[in-house]
Structure formats: structure tokens, C-alpha cells
């Protein structure tokens, strides 16, 4: 075992030593558990501080407040700290240490598994209270009888005999051995924790994820265009995203409307229809929050959901410039909810910002706001303005902001469905509501083989930890007075084991087996008698 | 039970841990007194006698298994047990009511969660004590678990509500049945931990404190105790990541995101995994994998109370 290594006290100066004796540093016990805590430690941090794959907004909002610390932080990697440099180099060194500590225990273990357990110690039979057990069955008769019992229950044996030496007086001898999976089952639970890496990093490497929103009635078809968002592995191409569509047809929701927990979200549901490539049919789906679908080997998840309130924006001519359902961003649990209207085809151009409401109400310290995330009493709070949407300066705006800098407000305004907003540049509509949802799509070809090198880990951990590896040893040999002596012990090599229950299961064995030999000897007797009574 | 002035399954479920409270304390008290009357034991033979060669330790066969001449403190140990037993089968009752009431598993919030807990140390401790005498033990696994059930009540206590959508799957039913079996597991393998380093002074100090301590098992049975409770529960608790996982990848898309209450689960995952690699490491075999025990269960800790109400997670579905 590496533990029983002889620590070297100061490295080798010749470069060849130096690398030896940096090799064994690293692949002993004690690095590893080092390491192990290193890992552990600097995990820490990111659970702590924002990390940036979770909450990048966040984030940015720490640095700003932080001026010195925040940026400091940032270039040594503190804001996505599991994919710091030096959190990859903790656990890749734990990993090349985990190699070079298994592959060679792999060898010993398949020469052990090959070799007849070791012969049994001549001092057995000297142990300190170690008692003989006196009985009248031949050596020979007792040690085959054990050792044959001891094969059929799954034990690695060996028999032989020792001729007696000077104070010793020899005898035949069984030695057995078992919980070899102890150690099989250390060893793929560490090289399934190789797999683990190589699985999780090919899923990394060739996966993608994106997110995207879709109304109530709309589409989508999978192309990099469509997604709001969208990252892929290092090795993701543009060919790797299958070209399948689907519409979602309708979306449900209900909320807790008791007193506990009022509001809390029960159910969400989206009913989609498929299509695994264009022209292809279509399939009807369900997807719910724990109840992904896939398609084409991607994975399509409801993640959010809001509501799109409907507009129809009239010029002052009375023309219809504008009629659709815009998606608003929940803003608190009770979907209050932010969005803009921009309409850069009228004459001049206008824009809104909207405040909607789905159960509304109103105080003096939070203005309008939702109270319940139903739409029970929707309206919506709207500020007009009018003038140059800035759109066509080039620089790409978000569709969530309006930019009023070449702008003037016509005013504000709340509405109720169906009502009408009239103004000098023309009149908005509030027509009603419909709600959209936010799917989460990811590709990840390394989950499954994740999976499965988990699970053989936990499975191979479990035998290991379950199985001790013992040694029996059982001496036979005849005493001066004509009976036999048997003697067993035995000997735990895992830590912490105790084996008196397989010497005590071994002394069963024989003392069955002599009581078999003394029932069929009485037997036999007795028949001889019935026969000379004849 | 839903007509005027009788009690609603509700009230019945708090009637009912209000009741295993009482009766758990007067276990820790019978506990604390037999822990403080313990006598040096008379008996220098166990069942199995054994002695260092160059491999390791050999077991030699000793049929004889002295019985153990009774102390003053047994007698209310035992006590302590059966009261022990019956608070455990109050809990289930309780916890058992409480699910009824919400018509789902009693495990949507950190409330329930914590009384499932605290029911998870007690079977631990029970279930082990069917197999060897943990008598010793009562006190250190019983204020724990008394400790949990007070903090429910008073600080995390919530009014049974359905589980938010998240919640909703049979993955939870799994992940946290495992859990709350690990949280069982670990405390009292913290308890048997902190035990061994108490012990392993006295016994390197020449036995001052014969009375208290002199019940308790050395510190080398204490230690080995300690390693046979993570060995069963670190694979358990390899499960339960990985049932978490599996449930976060229906839930959110992907199966590990780095979320703070998943980062804890790992860092308590390495962590045992550092004290098992400890326990076959020069030099570490002893207290020190003692104190990697402990801080363990102070990683689990922090991940359940520390996580859920003060960081924003994912996961922070305390309901406080
Ligand atoms: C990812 C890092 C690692 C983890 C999570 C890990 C985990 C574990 C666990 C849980 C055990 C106990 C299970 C059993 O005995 O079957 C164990 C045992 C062991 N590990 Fe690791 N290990 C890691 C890396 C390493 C490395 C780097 C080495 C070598 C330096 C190593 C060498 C061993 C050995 C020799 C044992 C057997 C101890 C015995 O015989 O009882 N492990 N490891």
C-alpha cells in the first residue's frame, strides 16, 4: 500500500531523482489527501461569491460596489472559480496523482487475484491464548474437509503440510483468503472517477445551451439566430444543432391561493406541437417544470414563464402601426412585470415603457405594483414618448429598453383591457394578454456516460466498503495421545476488521464436521450390532 | 377529525413532536446522568482478543464473552432507551400526520425537513443499537437530535403548504430520503468522533476523569465505530448527489451547475472521502480523521442551514 512508503525526508539533487522522488511525493496517500482538502477549500469561494455562469449581472453589480477588492477578485478568477486556472490545476493534479497511485495497485491486484493465498505462519499455533481444540477425527480428515468447505464458500485456498522442526511440531495446514473485491471494487471506483472527468469535460467541450422565449401561439425553429442566448463548447459547431421547430400551443399555470404560501407557483405546463426537421409531422407534447422532452437528442426544458400584454398602436392618421403581444420581464414573485413598445414605422416614432399588472394595486410607498401573480385584475401603466428611437445609429439595442435621450413624453397613463389611450401622435390599445414561456434547450452528449460512471462508482464504492479482506488459517496435527489438534485463527488485512466471525464460522465447520463422522461411526456400530444379534 | 373541537391533522402532528420533545428530554436527562454515574468497567476480556504482527492485527479465538457486572448507570441508560424508542415512534407519528395534512411527502420545507432529520439521527442511533450496545452514545445523539426538533418548532416552523413545481417529482422523494439518512449517519458519526478525541486525552493523560468517561469504549472502538458509520453513509450520500443531480438535470437542464447548495453537497463529498483516505494513512488513522469527521458534519451543516437562509440559490426553498 502507498501509505507504507518510506517518506523521503529532502529530494535528490540529480534531476532523475528529483523527478522520481516528485513522482512518489505525488502519488502517496498523503498528497492525495492533501489534495483532496485543497479541492475542498477552494471550493469555498464560489459558493460565496456570485459566480458568473449563475448570476452574471450579479456579478457586475459586485465589482461596481467594490472598487479595489471587486476587479482584484475578478483577475484571479474568484467570479467563475470552476473554471479558474487554479481550481483545474487542484483537481487535474488529484487526478494524475489518483492515476499513478491506481494503475500500478491495478497490476498488484490482478497478480493477487492469481496467487494462491500465502502459506500459513508457523506460529499459529504459539499465539497467546490460542487454544486447541482436541478431537478424534485424522488431520487430513478435518483440514480437506474444511478447506473443501471453505472453496465452496467463495474462499481462495492453499493446503499443505510442514515437517516438524526443532520446537515446532508441524502438521498440515489450511490458509484461505477472501474479500478480494475490496480492493477490485477500490479500484474501478477510482478510475470510474477518471471516467466521471473525461464525461463531464466531453459534455463541456462538445456541448451547448441556449435559452429563448415563445409566446402563446408563436414558434421557434433551432438556429443559432433564434435563441436569446446561446453558448456552446469549445469543440460546438453550428452543425451540431439539429434543425427541429416547435409552436407552443398553450401554456397553464396555477398559483397557491390559501393563505400559506399564497401566490407560490403549483403548476406550470406548455403544450407544444413538434417538428423533429421542417416537413416533417408534428407531434403533440407536454413539458412541464421536472418533465423535459427530447428531440433529436436535445433536451428542451421549461425554465420561466411571464406575460406578453396585447397592443394595437394607431398613427394620428388612424392607420394600424403596430398590433402584437409584447413580452414582458417579470420583475417579483407577483409578475410585476416591465417591457417596451417601440414602433420606429410611424410618423414621428414612438415608445412606451409599460408597467403590467396582473393582480393590480397601488400605495404610496411602492406605486403600482401586482399582488397576486394570476392575471385576476390586469392593467397596465404606460409612459408615452414620441420623437427618434435612436435605431438607426447601428449600435444593436436590447428589445427590454428604451433609449429617450432623442425623445419627448407624451405622458402617462393606466389601463384596463379594451380601453384606449388617446394622444396628439396617435392612440394604444390595450387589447389584453396572452403569456409566454422560456424554454432552456442543452445538447449534452457526456450526461449519460456521466451517469453511468457514476453510478458504477457508488456501485463499486459500496462493494469495497462492504467487503473486508481477510486470512484464515487453520493447523491440524496429531497430539502425543492419538487425537488430533486443530487450531484456527485469522487475520483482518482491512482496517478496522475483525474476523473472529469466520474463525468462529470455521470451527463450526469442523465441529460439524466430526459430529457427521462420529453420528455415521455410531451408526455403522450399531448396524454391526443389529447384525451380530442376528 | 375535522368537526368542531377536535384536533386537526395539523395540530395532531405538532401535539405529537411537542410530545416527543418531552419525552426525548427526559431521555437526554436519564442519558446524562447514567453518562456522569459510569464506573471503570470490571471486565478486561472482549470476545475477541487481538495482537499487532508486522500485517496487521490478528484476531484469536476467546469463546468467552464475560458478562458485564451491573452499574447504577445502565440501569437508567435503559431507561433512557425505551423512552428513546418511544419518542422515535412519536416523531414517525408526527411526521406521518404532518404528510397526511399537506397530502404529499413531509419534505417541502426546512421545517419538515429538519424533523425528518432529527428522525433520521434517532433510526440511525436505534437501528445500530439493535446490534451492539451503544448505551454510551444515547446522550451525544440525543441532544442533537432534541436540539433539531427545537429549532423547528420555534425558528423554522411553517404551515404546511403544497410544493412548488420543482419540488414536485419522485427524484425529490429519493434524494432526500438518502439525505436524511446521511444527516442521521453523520452526526452520529461526529458524536462517536468527538467522543474518541475526548477519550483519547483521557486515556493519554493516564485516566483522569475516570468517572465520566470510564463507560465510554476506548478510543481506538470509538474510532473504528466512527469509520464503520461514514463507510455505510458516504456511499449513501455518493447516492443522494447523484439522485440530486439527476433531478436538477429535469429540472434545470443540466445535470451540475456549481449552485451553492450543490457546491456544499461536493465539498462534503470530498471531504468524507478525505476522511476515509485518512483512516488508511500514516499518521492520520487517529484524531485527525477524528477532526475530518467532524467537520464533515459541520460541511453538511453549513450546507443545510447556511445555504438555505443565506444565500440565493436555486435550492433556497426554506419557506422561511
Ligand atoms: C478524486 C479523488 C479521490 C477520491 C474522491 C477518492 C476517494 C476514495 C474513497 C472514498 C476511498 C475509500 C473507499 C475504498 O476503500 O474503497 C478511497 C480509498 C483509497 N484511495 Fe482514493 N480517492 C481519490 C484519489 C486518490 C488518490 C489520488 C490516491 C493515491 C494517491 C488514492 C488512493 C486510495 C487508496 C490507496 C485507497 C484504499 C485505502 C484502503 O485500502 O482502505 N485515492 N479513495
Known amino acids: ?534 | 377529525m375535522t368537526d368542531g373541537g377536535s384536533m386537526s391533522l395539523a395540530e395532531a402532528s405538532n401535539a405529537a413532536i411537542y410530545a416527543t420533545m418531552v419525552t426525548l428530554t427526559v431521555a437526554m436527562v436519564l442519558f446524562a446522568a447514567s453518562f456522569a454515574s459510569g464506573r471503570r468497567r470490571t471486565t478486561s476480556s472482549s470476545s475477541v482478543a487481538s495482537r499487532e504482527t508486522a500485517e496487521g492485527s490478528v484476531a484469536v479465538i476467546d469463546r468467552v464473552d464475560t458478562a458485564v457486572a451491573a452499574e447504577p448507570g445502565r440501569r437508567l441508560a435503559n431507561v433512557a432507551m425505551s423512552l428513546t424508542w418511544l419518542a422515535t415512534g412519536l416523531l414517525t407519528v408526527g411526521l406521518v400526520l404532518r404528510g397526511l395534512w399537506a397530502g404529499r411527502v413531509p419534505w417541502g420545507n426546512m421545517y419538515e425537513f429538519s424533523i425528518s432529520s432529527a428522525w433520521g439521527v434517532l433510526v440511525v442511533f436505534l437501528v445500530l443499537s439493535t446490534r451492539r450496545d451503544l448505551r454510551w452514545l444515547g446522550l451525544f445523539v440525543v441532544t442533537p437530535a432534541l436540539l433539531t426538533l427545537g429549532l423547528a418548532v420555534t425558528v423554522l416552523y411553517t404551515e404546511a403548504a403544497q410544493l412548488v413545481p420543482a419540488l414536485k417529482s419522485y427524484w425529490l422523494v429519493i434524494h432526500v430520503s438518502a439525505a436524511i439518512i446521511c444527516a442521521g449517519a453523520f452526526t452520529v458519526a461526529a458524536s462517536a468522533a468527538a467522543l474518541s478525541l475526548v477519550q483519547s486525552r483521557r486515556e493519554q493523560r493516564g485516566l483522569t476523569w475516570q468517572g465520566v468517561m470510564a463507560s465510554t469504549p476506548s478510543t481506538e472502538k470509538l474510532q473504528t465505530f466512527t469509520s464503520r458509520i461514514i463507510a455505510f453513509a458516504f456511499p449513501l450520500w455518493t447516492f443522494a448527489v447523484i439522485a440530486g443531480a439527476i433531478w436538477a438535470e429535469n429540472a434545470w437542464g443540466r445535470y451540475w451547475g456549481w449552485d451553492p447548495k450543490e457546491t456544499w453537497a461536493f465539498i462534503t463529498w470530498v471531504v468524507y472521502a478525505a476522511y476515509l483516505h485518512a483512516r488508511s494513512t500514516a499518521g492520520w488513522r487517529g484524531n485527525r480523521a477524528s477532526w475530518i469527521a467532524i467537520l464533515g458534519l459541520v460541511t453538511f451543516l453549513i450546507n443545510y442551514f447556511g445555504v438555505n437562509i443565506f444565500v440565493n440559490s436555486l435550492h433556497s426553498y426554506g419557506g422561511l
Open chain 1, 1 to 534: 500500500m502507498s501509505d507504507t512508503r518510506v517518506e523521503a525526508v529532502a529530494p535528490p539533487l540529480d534531476s532523475q531523482g528529483f523527478l522520481r522522488w516528485a513522482w512518489r511525493q505525488l502519488t502517496s496517500m498523503r498528497v492525495a489527501l492533501i489534495l483532496l482538502f485543497a479541492l475542498a477549500v477552494a471550493s469555498v469561494p464560489g459558493s460565496i461569491l456570485p459566480q458568473r455562469g449563475n448570476n452574471p449581472l450579479l456579478v457586475d453589480e459586485w465589482i461596481d460596489q467594490q472598487p479595489i477588492l471587486g476587479p482584484l477578485l475578478d483577475r484571479l478568477g474568484f467570479f467563475d472559480v470552476y473554471g479558474a486556472p487554479w481550481f483545474a490545476a487542484i483537481y487535474l493534479l488529484l487526478f494524475v496523482s489518483l492515476i499513478g497511485c491506481v494503475l500500478p495497485r491495478v497490476g498488484h491486484h490482478w497478480k493477487a487475484m492469481r496467487t494462491p493465498p500465502p502459506i500459513a505462519p508457523r506460529n499459529l499455533d504459539r499465539m497467546q491464548a490460542f487454544s486447541y481444540e482436541t478431537v478424534d477425527v485424522a488431520p487430513a480428515d478435518v483440514s480437506s474437509h474444511v478447506s473443501q468447505e471453505l472453496r465452496r464458500r467463495g474462499w481462495r485456498v492453499r493446503t499443505g503440510s510442514d515437517a516438524a522442526v526443532d520446537g515446532d511440531p508441524g502438521g498440515i495446514w489450511v490458509s484461505a483468503e477472501k474479500g478480494y473485491l475490496r480492493e477490485t471494487g477500490n479500484l474501478i471506483f477510482h478510475l470510474a472517477l477518471v471516467l466521471i472527468l473525461v464525461a463531464v469535460a466531453a459534455g463541456g467541450l462538445f456541448g451547448w445551451r441556449g435559452n429563448v422565449i415563445v409566446k402563446e401561439g408563436n414558434g421557434f425553429s433551432n438556429t443559432l439566430t433564434q435563441y436569446d442566448a446561446w453558448g456552446g463548447g469549445r469543440l460546438a459547431t453550428a452543425d451540431s444543432i439539429p434543425p427541429f421547430s416547435f409552436t407552443l400551443d398553450d401554456f397553464d399555470v396555477e398559483f397557491e391561493r390559501s393563505e400559506a404560501q399564497r401566490g407560490a407557483p403549483r403548476l406550470f405546463e406548455a403544450r407544444v406541437a413538434v417538428q423533429n426537421e421542417p416537413g416533417a409531422g408534428a407531434r403533440e407534447e407536454l413539458i412541464e417544470v421536472n418533465s423535459p422532452i427530447s428531440i433529436a437528442g436535445a433536451k428542451v426544458f421549461l425554465v420561466g414563464h411571464g406575460y406578453a400584454p396585447s397592443f394595437i398602436v394607431r398613427d394620428s392618421s388612424g392607420d394600424v402601426v403596430f398590433d402584437d403581444d409584447v413580452v414582458f420581464l417579470p420583475q417579483d414573485g407577483n409578475f410585476t412585470s416591465t417591457g417596451v413598445i417601440k414602433i420606429p414605422d410611424s410618423n414621428p416614432q414612438l415608445g412606451f415603457r409599460g408597467l403590467f399588472l396582473p393582480t393590480s394595486a397601488i400605495d404610496d410607498i411602492r406605486g403600482p405594483h401586482s399582488v397576486f401573480p394570476d392575471a385576476d385584475d390586469p392593467s397596465v401603466f404606460l409612459s408615452a414618448w414620441y420623437g427618434d428611437l435612436g435605431l438607426a445609429s447601428g449600435v444593436p439595442q436590447s428589445i427590454y429598453s428604451l433609449s429617450t435621450d432623442e425623445m419627448e413624453q407624451i405622458g402617462l397613463r393606466a389601463l384596463v383591457p379594451g380601453q384606449v389611450w388617446e394622444f396628439a401622435q396617435g392612440e394604444i390599445e390595450f387589447t389584453g394578454w396572452t403569456r409566454w414561456s422560456s424554454f432552456q434547450i442543452a445538447f449534452d452528449p457526456g450526461k449519460e456516460a456521466a451517469l453511468v460512471a457514476s453510478v458504477l462508482a457508488m456501485l463499486a464504492l459500496t462493494v469495497s466498503l462492504f467487503t473486508r479482506r481477510r486470512r484464515i488459517w487453520l493447523r491440524a496435527r496429531d497430539d502425543e495421545q492419538g487425537s488430533t489438534l486443530v487450531g484456527v485463527a485469522g487475520l483482518s488485512k482491512s482496517e478496522a476488521g475483525d474476523v473472529s466471525e469466520d474463525v468462529r464460522a470455521v470451527q463450526q465447520i469442523a465441529a460439524d464436521h466430526i459430529a457427521g463422522r462420529k453420528a455415521a461411526a455410531n451408526e455403522t456400530t450399531s448396524n454391526d450390532d443389529r447384525k451380530s444379534e442376528q
